[in-house]
């Protein structure tokens, strides 16, 4: 087990459906991530929270909508997604560097992710 | 260019061979390093972090170049159970964590 839990690990919508993907993470961590990877495709991030602000949205469109309502809870919320969003939706998080955590120690624990079908 | 960059395989060899894979980052500003494996339809799982004098854990060693700016990861007497795709993950970071991940080289080992 890594720490990083996520809900639902397979989820089928339709493009009209509204639906929310939930990552609680249980390692004392400060920054938070969305990641896509469609198959046989590298890893994409989506969206970096650090200190439970969003630092990073990277050209994500807007049918994602990130919520980080604290440091050990992030949310994708979805709506009206396209068939080519179907992919697996992987949630990490890390330890950002402070006085006593330098950076050499901030690995990056991931989720199991979401298996997102979109018809 | 990309920030990692990776030869993507397959690497295909015996159980038992060496096998060496490599990976080369753009920024000369990047942090922390990492090897991370990642099993079909599995999330990455951290393998090793990468030291500047470089580190090894059982059969894996880990170097790192960074006047080169090349990173690696030999695995030793590869067993079945190695077979994944290893991806090279970089952290170039400044205020904030900011990883970026290779596209991943797999590695097929066959009895």
């Known amino acids: 087990e890594t720490g990083v839990t996520q809900t639902p690990r397979h989820l089928v919508m339709g493009m009209t459906n509204k639906k929310s993907l939930k990552c609680e993470q249980h390692?004392?961590?400060?920054?938070m991530y969305w990641y896509k990877q469609s198959a046989k495709k590298p890893l994409e991030l989506m969206f970096v929270?650090?200190?439970?602000?969003?630092?990073e949205n990277n050209s994500v469109p807007s049918r994602f909508s990130p919520e980080c309502p604290n440091s050990s809870h992030l949310f994708l919320h979805l709506h009206t997604l396209q068939p080519e969003d179907s992919a697996l939706y992987l949630c990490?998080?890390?330890?950002?560097?402070?006085?006593?955590?330098?950076?050499?120690?901030?690995?990056?624990?991931f989720g199991p992710g979401t298996r997102l079908t979109v018809l | 260019r990309k920030e990692v960059e990776q030869d993507p395989g397959p690497f295909n060899v015996p159980e038992g061979a060496t096998v060496a894979f490599n990976c080369t980052y753009s920024?000369?500003?990047?942090?922390?390093f990492f090897w991370y494996r990642q099993d079909c339809r599995k999330e990455p799982k951290l393998l090793m972090s990468?030291?500047?004098s470089g580190n090894e854990d059982g059969r894996f060693t880990a170097q790192l170049n960074r006047a080169s700016q090349y990173i690696s990861l030999l695995i030793r007497d590869s067993k079945l159970s190695d077979s994944a795709t290893y991806l090279c993950?970089?952290?170039?970071?400044?205020?904030?964590?900011?990883?970026?991940f290779g596209s991943g080289t797999k590695l097929n080992v066959k009895p």
């Open positions: 990490a998080s890390s330890q950002e560097a402070t006085a006593g955590y330098p950076l050499s120690y901030n690995e990056q624990f």
């Open positions: 390692l004392g961590h400060n920054a």
């Open positions: 929270y650090s200190l439970e602000e969003r630092v």
């Open positions: 920024n000369s500003a990047s942090q922390s």
């Open positions: 990468v030291y500047s």
């Open positions: 993950v970089v952290n170039k970071g400044s205020n904030f964590n900011k990883f970026y």
